[in-house]
């Protein structure tokens, strides 16, 4: 249901554009990014002048290619016309419409297809609006490749929903009460709610009755708007997912294009101050992860600032170091109390010392509590396991009952270490994958991390997890809130990310 209200905000979210030069006997067109859908939209002033609209379509074959992402889960596509009675501005309105749907369940790489009828409101006390019900029409089979006929008919407090598959000779007529319902729109669109599944190319036929006449969508009088949508991803608002080409010259037939299906996203927190860069998941059962691991190329560091005077903490601005590697946590929500354990690599530069840094395998143990507010960590080397700039590394940690292994892979230089670390009373409810600086933080330049978490015995993205989960995004900061290092935005696999250096300014 919460995915089924985040696609009900995105269809109030239409973001004009552009208005269209097209020209002819209706309405100019004016074309529109939308997150709502994709397909064509025709508004009238008037309550009650439009009473039908017919839309006819051959069923397009799906592919569900986010079958194996959690962001992917319920990516679908549903055809069909609708009526609109509300607001030219879709402040308020009520939306019916009815068609058919190829829905991917989770983790399935084949799709479902079936007929459904959908109610969309807004209202003045819920302007987020509210959905429902989305019924599946049950007995009308759908298979790709079958001829589809729908439309919807109002009359004086009722509307009329008519089914029809020409090629199985299914159909399907119901009239639903609907007092006080006076169209003044109509409407024949591919909606998806949350990520499109993939789909071939489609033409629709629309044709819509006003005031008694009926035409093409496209064919009515310029007192009339006529809208032409694109979809567009509401995670950004800016990735075209289907395009629906201009009309032909009837005036009611168009085409629709699938683009892409980018992962539906929930929205990742980025928090001002951080001694950290790089994802952190946080989740709220203590146990639910069990395991995290992070993939990149060992980035070569440059020493600056080497030479410095000691400051009020007793460490000196030039002592550099740049760890990279994921880690499991454990502790509450806003990390004031917390366990962590990293395994990973680390580029030091030595205090007055212009040479080239030394590269180590480490694990990090840091903490912080009520007694020490502050943290503390303690920092151990791997003995034997070489690491030089350009090799690439694996690391992971994975928790049982019995402790973490942790594993550190170069398949470079053929290196491999595998540690048991016994941890009493550490139950994981988070995991990362991060760039941290001890003390201050060396020039790295730039590098890429792919990181994988297991929660609740399924493995994904790290940004897979978002939702119910927090995932936080973090950027190495200075005592003045300037930036030392900074994470990008997650790649569509919610795996992926770079780490860019910015500045060597010291931290304290």
Not at 176 to 185: A, K, M, S
Request: glycine residues 10%; aromatic residues 10%.
């Amino acid at each position: 249901m919460a995915v089924l209200a985040v696609a009900l905000l995105a269809f109030l979210a239409v973001f004009p554009v552009a208005a269209a030069s097209d020209s002819g006997r209706g309405a100019s067109v004016t074309t529109q990014d939308s997150t709502a859908g994709a397909g064509y939209v025709l508004l009238n002033g008037q309550k009650g002048s439009v009473s039908a609209v017919f839309d006819s379509y051959t069923q397009p074959a799906a592919s569900c290619p986010n079958s194996t992402s959690l962001g992917g889960t319920g990516d679908n596509i549903q055809i069909g016309p609708g009526l609109y009675a509300g607001r030219l501005d879709f402040a308020r309105f009520l939306f019916l419409g009815v068609g058919t749907e190829a829905f991917c369940p989770q983790f399935s790489p084949t799709p479902i297809y079936f007929a459904y009828f959908i109610r969309l409101a807004t209202v003045p006390s819920d302007p987020f609006g509210d959905v429902g019900p989305i019924t599946q029409i049950v007995g009308f089979t759908v298979n790709p490749g079958d001829a589809i006929g729908a439309a919807l008919i109002s009359s004086p407090n009722r509307v009329t929903l008519v089914l029809e598959d020409h090629t199985s000779g299914e159909t399907f007529v119901r009239s639903i009460d609907q007092p006080g319902y006076e169209p003044n729109g109509a409407a024949c669109l591919l909606l998806p709610w949350g990520t499109p599944v993939r789909f071939a190319d489609f033409t629709q036929r629309c044709r819509v009755t006003v005031d008694g006449a009926t035409h093409g969508i496209g064919d009515f009088p310029p007192a009339n708007v006529l809208l032409r949508w694109i979809l567009v991803s509401f995670i950004d608002g800016t990735t075209v997912q289907a395009v629906a080409a201009r009309l032909t010259v009837d005036g009611s037939t168009f085409t629709t294009s699938w683009v892409t299906s980018k992962p539906f996203q929930p929205p990742i927190f980025v928090p001002r101050d951080s001694n950290l860069s790089g994802y952190v998941l946080l989740t709220p059962r203590h146990g639910s992860v069990t395991a995290v691991s992070d993939s990149y190329v060992q980035p070569r560091a440059q020493c600056v600032n080497t030479e410095a005077t000691e400051n009020a903490t007793g460490h000196y601005p030039g002592d550099q170091a740049a760890l990279v590697g994921p880690g499991l946590y454990s502790g509450n929500s806003n990390r004031t109390r917390f366990e962590q354990i990293q395994v990973g690599t680390e580029a030091m530069c030595p205090l007055f010392f212009d040479g080239a840094p030394s590269y180590l395998a480490v694990v990090l143990l840091s903490s912080r509590s009520v007694s020490e507010p502050g943290g503390d960590y303690f920092l151990h080397i791997v003995p034997g396991f070489p690491i030089h700039p350009g090799d690439v590394i694996h690391s992971s940690l994975r928790w049982s009952s019995g402790g973490i292994t942790l594993r550190l892979v170069d398949p470079t230089d053929h290196e491999r270490a595998d540690l048991t670390l016994l941890a009493p009373g550490f139950v994981p409810n988070g995991a990362a994958c991060l760039l941290r600086p001890i003390y201050n933080l060396a020039n790295f330049t730039r590098f890429t991390q792919s990181c994988e978490a297991t929660v609740g015995g399924v493995t994904g993205g790290i940004g897979d997890f978002a939702g119910p989960n927090s995932v936080l995004r973090f950027d190495v900061t200075n005592a003045t809130g300037g930036v030392q290092a900074r994470a990008s935005p997650l790649s569509d696999d919610g795996s992926t990310f770079s780490t860019t250096w910015v500045t060597s300014e010291p931290l304290e």
